[in-house]
């Protein structure tokens, strides 16, 4: 690269520096008049109001707007007495609109099509993502810590992609207190094959922030559909499991196929769980899901598993309940599953049988036929 | 690879009160199975069990635990079972897993190898549930030990195992999980590492039954771990209490109709059977367009694994988790 070139490119990374600086974030904020809220009182203290936000992706150019948009589903999940405000995964991709001229590409227009357009061909998303990891970071944590604190209250960031110290493109969410400090940071352990494509990397450890609204666990989205997830984090001493997601379904919203989630993790280990939901369409993806707030079925009176659940897969909503903690903890005392764990045979098997089976499919699972004669 | 047909049946434990009943509900269904061209035919858990205690002259082998002096009358009976279920995979040519028996912990099985796994290798006093999988020949290719058990089976004096591992047969590398094992992912897991295709399920489920459990059961570890999964239930209204299984098959979404993940299930009580088409090569499709193994992460997984698991002391969790801890944000 010339000398040019890279005046330019410092001068570019400058500029999304400055876009993204919090001064206009907390100015827009402030226009907001955000009341703290007296949700921290409860006269049951085992008893939260938990809420999760369904939101619609879109990109978003301007700090302020994104912080006033984060802001607005808030107020409105504070305003119905939740504590804690969960937010779904990609909740920080809407600041990919910082780059100029991704707002004027068609609707249909790929991720692949978006970033060659953005680049040129052949750069991976992942190193348009690390360029403007910084401007992205600052909004994005800048908006989430001062909503927490204007409101009061607990969020989950829900994540967005940025790099960390090595250069590493991680998905990431952060956890706020109420008095705005950054409580907990969880990057996604379990990638989406394409995700990996990108040049994304994956997280390595799974951590429980113990606070007033619960212990909390928050990995992300596909992390759901490993076992070892939520086993790992019960372990740790998880009573609540935030999981944000963005699921991409191009043929439309399938209970099914949503049903592979947190609502099984929840049962196997006897946890309660949240789960937000991205919704829209985005770079020529359709993006459905249904928020809900789950729990062991035991502990809801029809059984089913769930507390409260989005009306819809397609559109913006809050959903709040209540989790009681108390009883989870006598669940916990009398469960027959917790009973039943069989150390000795996870001993034997776990962490060895993973490394024997890395060893044996280098390039990917292949059955293989099976020996007896017939 | 060829699709297998698997066949999965459904009984009423009131059917099964003396041991001749037993051997002529299994046999007329082995017969219609093999009829309907199945190659692996499934019966529900306890098949076994009630055998013996008709044999034996107990009414209800769930009342209390089986006394130790009568240990090797349980074996005897028990072996009589199972070489009658040889001689029907053998007589039919399919692969068979005929249920679950209940068998003396101390007493080596007939039939069992050390290749196959022997449920009587722990010290008397104790009981084994157990399954044995039998291939067309005749031979014992697994002898699986539930390794999951109840509180209730614990009160019977059974011993859970500790190993499980699949079997090759014709209908492909099978996997067995009993009863409860469907409750605790670690047990699919385990089993799909080792490259299962089948989990075939002996199952005998308490009324009420609830379609909730199910979800969490079978149907979930087969979504995990991208492989087939046959569920084969006892129903029905004995001196014993009230079964209420359903039987089913399921395979991954991406393979059923409706991407629901059943392909098939019983929406009736008493005896009854479905059969189910495996597509091996099909599963290997749905694995290449979107394997979930490809992003297992064994770095986090040795990190926690061993360390999480010797947390839970004593085999439960409940006294770690409750531990108090310092909350932060305040």
């Not at chain 1, 960031?157 to 940071?185: I, Q, T």
């Not at chain 2, 009863?179 to 089948?198: C, F, K, M, S």
């Amino acid at each position: 690269m010339g000398l040019g070139a890279r005046l330019r490119e410092a001068a570019f990374r400058r500029w999304l520096i400055w876009r993204a600086r919090p001064g206009p974030i907390r100015a827009a904020l402030e226009r907001m008049r955000l009341e703290r809220t007296d949700n921290r009182a409860s006269p049951q203290s085992h008893r939260v109001r938990v809420a999760t936000v369904q939101m619609r992706l879109r990109l978003i150019g301007d700090a302020a707007e994104y912080a006033q948009m984060i802001a607005s589903h808030a107020r409105d999940a504070a305003a119905l007495g939740a504590r804690l405000i969960v937010f779904p995964e990609d909740s920080g991709t809407h600041l990919v609109g910082f780059l100029p001229g991704l707002d004027r590409l068609p609707d249909d227009v790929s991720l692949a099509q978006a970033t060659g357009a953005i680049a040129g061909p052949g750069v991976r998303p992942a190193e348009i993502l690390r360029f403007i990891g910084p401007a992205v970071r600052t909004a994005f944590t800048t908006t989430f810590s001062e909503v927490a604190r204007r409101l009061g209250v607990y969020i989950a960031s829900g994540s967005a992609m940025l790099p960390d110290e090595s250069g590493n493109v991680l998905n990431v969410g952060y956890l706020f207190g109420p008095n705005g400090g950054l409580l907990g940071r969880q990057a996604k352990c379990h990638l989406l094959p394409i995700e990996a494509s990108w040049g994304l990397a994956a997280g390595d450890d799974l951590r429980v922030v113990h606070t007033p609204v619960g212990a909390l666990g928050f990995p992300i989205c596909m992390d759901a559909t490993y076992f070892e997830t939520s086993r790992i984090l019960a372990g740790l001493g998880a009573e609540l499991i935030l999981i944000p997601a963005c699921d991409v379904a191009e043929g439309g919203y399938n209970p099914w196929k949503a049903l592979r989630g947190l609502w099984p993790r929840v049962q196997e280990s006897l946890t309660y769980g949240i789960h937000a939901a991205m919704v829209g369409r985005f770079l020529g993806m359709t993006i459905t899901g249904q928020s809900a707030i789950v729990a062991p079925v035991e502990l809801t009176q029809d059984g089913s598993g769930v507390l409260a659940r989005a009306d819809s897969w397609d559109r913006e909503e809050i959903v709040v309940a209540d989790l009681d903690y108390e009883a989870l903890h006598e669940l916990w005392r009398t469960s027959d599953v917790e009973a039943g764990f069989n150390l000795p045979l996870y001993r034997k098997y776990f962490p060895g049988a993973y490394t024997e089976y890395r060893k044996r499919h280098p390039g990917g699972r292949r059955f293989h036929p099976t020996s007896g004669g017939d | 690879m060829s699709a297998i047909r698997c066949a999965a049946v459904q009984l009423d434990a009131v059917g099964l009160s003396t041991a001749r009943a037993v051997l002529a509900a299994t046999a007329r269904f082995v017969e219609e199975a093999a009829g309907a061209g199945a190659r692996l035919v499934i019966l529900p858990a306890h098949t076994g069990t009630f055998y013996v205690a008709a044999s034996m002259g107990v009414g209800d082998p769930f009342a209390e635990p089986w006394p130790q002096e009568r240990a090797a009358e349980a074996a005897d009976a028990a072996g009589e079972w199972l070489k009658a279920v040889r001689r029907l995979a053998s007589g039919y040519h399919v692969t068979l897993l005929p249920g679950t028996v209940v068998w003396p912990a101390d007493v080596p099985a007939p039939g069992g190898t050390d290749e196959a796994g022997q449920p009587g290798t722990r010290p008397p006093g104790a009981w084994h549930h157990a399954a044995p999988l039998v291939s067309p020949d005749g031979r014992v290719v697994r002898w699986q030990v539930q390794t999951h058990l109840t509180a209730a089976e614990r009160r019977q004096g059974w011993l859970p195992g500790d190993e499980l591992r699949p079997a090759d047969t014709p209908a492909g590398r099978i996997g067995v999980l009993i009863g409860t094992d469907l409750w605790y992912p670690e047990a699919a897991r385990i089993l799909a590492l080792q490259d299962t295709v089948i989990l075939a399920c002996p199952v005998a489920v308490p009324h009420p039954y609830g379609e909730r459990h199910q979800w969490r059961g079978l149907w979930q570890q087969v979504q995990q771990n991208q492989v087939f999964g046959i569920e084969a239930g006892l129903c029905g209204v004995t001196t014993c209490g009230r079964w209420q299984s359903r039987t089913a098959a399921v395979a991954p979404v991406e393979m059923t109709a409706g991407e629901s993940g059943w392909l098939a299930v019983l929406d009736r009580e008493g005896d009854c059977m479905l059969t189910a088409d495996l597509d091996p090569a099909a599963l290997q499709e749905v694995v290449r367009a979107y394997d979930i193994f490809s992003q297992l992460n064994p770095v986090l997984y040795n990190r926690y694994m061993p360390a999480i698991y010797d947390r839970w002391r004593g085999g439960s969790p409940a006294e770690a988790r409750l531990d108090p801890k310092p909350r932060e944000g305040e």
